[in-house]
């Protein structure tokens, strides 16, 4: 029978939450690396076993942990995170160029079909890749030649959060940037173009062809159309139906278009999920209301999915990698809380249910579907 | 040999408890007793200070003998009680925060 595993990065360790394919009962594990900042983890596709883990703390810097077991025992990788050659400068807040300095990794993404190689996203924004297992870590620099002088760092960090590996095509990868926009390589990370044609950020930049600048949250796309990408903006939801060429909105009826987090439902292409948030001054679900918004029209309609969920007094925000997808049938949903509650859906977002209550502040959420 | 008192968080990284003991090659100077602990704890690398430049990280310090020796030179040699093993060198994280 096939079960689940789910992958949850907090700011104080790591849980594995495991179900069998009702997703009714749940084992909790953790916390793992308990009283460290673990931004993200993420399995092999290849080697679903083999798990990676960013571990980071504000004092002690930056850790890659490798499981071998599904996430029971851990190993430190690498972490020996150096920018290539000279770093360079950003642009800073007060407008000045700013050195590039190695913060973080936010986002882990191993290969399809190698589990030896992986992606990094950095902060500040940079693109690491190992092809050892974790061993050893080489930036892959054409991409801070994108105009990286022009990037500037957003309240959050100048994070690199956002990679997208082509299903078909290994030479062509998407990455987005807080607050630089997304990119796009055609040739395995060589050079990159910035994608953001379509997107306005009035508020934000004044300059409305601004080819970088736009503060993306988060983008996805369903493997069998890699063509058609969605993105959640700082404000706006919006899709291309042409690898990034050209984004238009689609925010439609959502009761506001700021949030995190966007996904897509593992069966039907169409289908994607985004939680509203009230604005980028308050960063809590309008009217204190936790509801997801699924639109089977990929875009502009969208639905409320409540049931399950807090409709009063919540006030937690749903961050940028905390939410994930299942690939059984019928589609699981789940996503995280900075309250620390994690909820499923076993039925494409019908209906919810905490998996558990009372966690730290969620960072990220990666969902394994193991037969 | 040199004790060192690591922070909770690196010596579960390094997998130790209790203090950690040293022998130190030449001038038992902080970089000396840095160079040590971190190749018998390679995990410790990058943690304690910048692996490029070895500049201490910015939110750990060292202390001996009731001394902050945090923005002394790492060429400076320890203090003799450190020397001679009757007072550790504490590595401490930082109080950061609220």
Request: hydrophobic letters at 35%; charged letters at 25%.
């Amino acid at each position: 029978m096939s079960s689940v595993r789910a992958l949850i990065g907090t700011r104080k360790g790591a849980f594995i939450l495991t179900a069998d394919g009702a997703r009714e009962r749940w084992d909790i594990s953790g916390p793992h690396f308990a009283g460290w900042e673990i931004y993200h983890l993420k399995g092999s596709p290849a080697h679903p076993a083999r798990i990676y883990a960013s571990q980071t703390s504000g004092w002690f810097g930056q850790l890659v942990q490798r499981s071998e077991d599904g996430g029971k025992t851990w190993e430190a990788a690498g972490n020996d995170f150096r920018y290539d050659g000279v770093p360079g400068t950003h642009m800073w807040y007060d407008g000045t160029q700013h050195p590039w300095e190695f913060k973080r990794v936010w986002h882990l993404e191993p290969a399809p079909a190698d589990p030896d190689t992986v992606y990094a996203g950095a902060e500040d924004a940079a693109l690491f890749k190992t092809s050892d297992g974790g061993r050893t870590w080489q930036e892959l620099p054409g991409l801070r030649t994108a105009k990286g002088h022009l990037w500037q760092p957003g309240a959050g960090g100048m994070c690199l959060h956002t990679i997208i590996l082509h299903p078909e095509r290994p030479e062509r990868i998407f990455v987005a940037i807080s607050a630089a926009g997304a990119f796009r390589s055609d040739d395995g990370a060589q050079t990159w173009t910035p994608v953001n044609r379509g997107l306005k950020s009035p508020y934000e930049l004044p300059d409305p062809d601004a080819e970088v600048g736009h503060c993306v949250h988060r983008i996805a796309m369903h493997p069998s159309r890699p063509d058609v990408l969605f993105m959640q903006k700082h404000w706006d939801v919006l899709r291309t139906d042409n690898a990034g060429e050209l984004w238009h909105e689609v925010s439609g009826d959502l009761p506001s278009d700021f949030g995190f987090p966007i996904d897509v439902h593992t069966h039907e292409p169409d289908t994607i999920y985004v939680v509203p948030i009230k604005s980028d001054s308050e960063h809590f679900p309008p009217d204190g209301k936790l509801r997801v918004y699924r639109s089977r029209t990929g875009g502009n309609e969208w639905e409320a999915l409540t049931r399950g969920l807090p409709q009063r007094d919540c006030y937690v925000n749903v961050l940028r990698d905390a939410m994930a997808v299942d690939s059984l049938e019928p589609c699981g949903v789940y996503f995280g809380t900075t309250g620390g509650q994690v909820y499923v859906s076993a039925d494409s977002g019908d209906t919810w249910n905490p998996i558990v209550r009372d966690l730290p502040a969620v960072l990220s959420v990666e969902v394994q579907t193991l037969s | 040999m040199i004790r060192v008192v690591l922070p909770y968080h690196l010596r579960t990284l390094a997998r130790v408890e209790g203090e950690v003991q040293l022998a130190v090659e030449g001038p038992a100077t902080l970089r000396a007793v840095l160079d040590a602990l971190e190749a018998r704890y390679p995990v410790l690398r990058g943690m304690i200070r910048d692996r490029a430049t070895l500049c201490r990280r910015p939110f750990v310090r060292f202390y001996a003998c009731r001394q902050d020796l945090s923005h002394e030179p790492t060429e400076t040699k320890l203090p003799e009680q450190v020397v001679s093993s009757a007072e550790p060198l504490l590595i401490i994280g930082a109080m950061a925060g609220g």
